[in-house]
């Protein structure tokens, strides 16, 4: 039995005994005395899991929780797939934070996911090495506006800002209430009451310029109706969906698609040996996009605006190669 199994056997004794005596888990482990210190002290001090000796009892026990203690996992070991690929995509979001983001508060986090991820045959660089997580696209924000933005949609105060939109290629003024920061194909947008435009609206955070918290409380918006708002609709584009759209993939491409999941509320089914998937959404840009990444292996069958718009897309890019 390796350590990392011991920590297991030893986590599952206390959690399921009300105090466990030394010659129970000597006996279980098979180990010696000193090995079995060693290992206690390890979860102590390195997975912050409250294992005390209960003189009254006999026996070691894990302390009461406190109003203020957070929950204690064993090494990466035994998580489940999912859970893992959370540690580690925080783990690397952490790592790859502009330098100055959150730098004097983010480190004891990371020591923190990093015992929890390392036992005694794999080290946090060897998981890594053999678990890659690949950014796409990211774009650089600046950290003085992150930590502004950040600063202002928690102490609940409105900002002012000058904002590129790359669509129009113009500079305008903006007054905003900040409701929610996402993060987003490994980018930042910022969800906010746009008191100009007297409607939500959401900012690429890398497009603000010269940022300003400002005295006045944010406007309040209720979590439902945010939820309805931002999340119904396809991709970062927000709004009711006003549309649905209806997409045919080829045999080939099926094996693929078949299982993504494009949007929460999507529906597909199959017609012979292709796959058909409905998206609601409201903004074509960012499903356009989706869509012809996927070239001739997809086909538009409603709405007839969006197959005209795929359609339009790729003559043009034909026309790029007739040259």
């Not at 986590?11 to 005395?33: K, W």
């Not at 080829?250 to 693929?256: F, G, K, V």
């Not at 999941?261 to 959404?281: A, M, N, S, T, V």
Request: glycine letters at 4%; proline letters at 5%.
């Amino acid at each position: 039995m390796n350590r990392t199994e011991r920590f297991y056997r030893i986590n599952n004794l206390l959690r399921g005994m009300s105090a466990v005596s030394t010659t129970a888990l000597l006996n279980e482990l098979e180990v010696s005395r000193a090995t079995l210190h060693r290992d206690l002290e390890y979860m102590c001090d390195r997975m912050d899991i409250p294992i005390v000796y209960d003189h009254a009892k006999r026996g070691y026990r894990i302390a009461s929780p406190t109003s203020d203690s957070v929950g204690h996992e064993l090494p990466g070991l035994w998580f489940n797939s999912h859970e893992v690929h959370a540690l580690l995509a925080f783990h690397h979001f952490l790592d790859n934070l502009e330098p100055g983001l959150l730098s004097p508060h983010i480190a004891p986090l990371k020591a923190r996911i990093q015992a929890l991820l390392e036992g005694k045959e794999q080290t946090l660089t060897e998981i890594s090495a053999r678990i890659r997580i690949l950014p796409q696209a990211m774009r650089r924000s600046e950290p003085a506006c992150f930590q502004l933005a950040t600063h202002a949609l928690l102490a609940r105060k409105q900002m002012r800002f000058r904002y590129h939109g790359r669509g129009r290629d113009d500079i305008t003024t903006r007054v905003i209430s900040p409701q929610r920061l996402a993060h987003y194909r490994d980018n930042w947008y910022l969800d906010a009451w746009d008191h100009g435009k007297r409607a939500l609206r959401t900012f690429a955070l890398e497009r603000i310029r010269e940022p300003l918290e400002l005295k006045e409380d944010t406007k309040d918006i209720s979590e439902k109706y945010l939820d309805r708002y931002f999340s119904e609709s396809y991709g970062i584009f927000s709004g009711r969906p006003r549309r649905k759209a209806v997409l045919r993939f080829s045999p080939q491409r099926t094996r693929w698609v078949a299982d993504e999941i494009w949007h929460p509320q999507q529906k597909g089914w199959f017609e012979g040996d292709r796959y058909c998937l409905e998206i609601p959404y409201s903004d074509d840009r960012e499903l356009v996009l989706d869509i012809l990444k996927h070239g001739s292996e997809v086909e538009v069958l409603h709405p007839k605006s969006l197959r005209n718009t795929v359609f339009e897309q790729l003559l043009r890019a034909e026309s790029q190669y007739r040259k």
